[in-house]
């Protein structure tokens, strides 16, 4: 389904590659504008298209997203250490969820 955006971006980047084609090729260099045409026009169908691993997003957004300071959603990535003391094999290092006589047992070697 094409939003209004989609056909603007395509419009947009089909209308800028139109603009330069007409300004950088001359009349004798015309098989390399239609060629130059058809890469714009492949670019504009590729950037309104949605990827299968984000459905939720068009190619040109993603491409803004990496391209620009996108705002944050407020995720937060966690390391390795922030779990450190709920991993089993630290579990009795540290203490967490350790009987006492587990405890005993760690520490009497």
Partial sequence: MLYAV???VFALVFGLSMFIGESM???SQMLQKIF???CAFILGIYLIMR???NPGR???RILLMLLTNWPDHG???FGYYEFDHILPDNAARNGVGVTAEEERD???D
Avoid: K, M, V
């Fill in 6 to 8: 989609d056909i603007g």
């Fill in 25 to 27: 090729f001359p009349t």
């Fill in 36 to 38: 130059f045409y058809i």
């Fill in 51 to 53: 990827p299968r691993t």
């Fill in 58 to 60: 068009e190619n040109w």
């Fill in 75 to 77: 995720y937060q990535s």
């Fill in 106 to 108: 760690t520490y009497a």
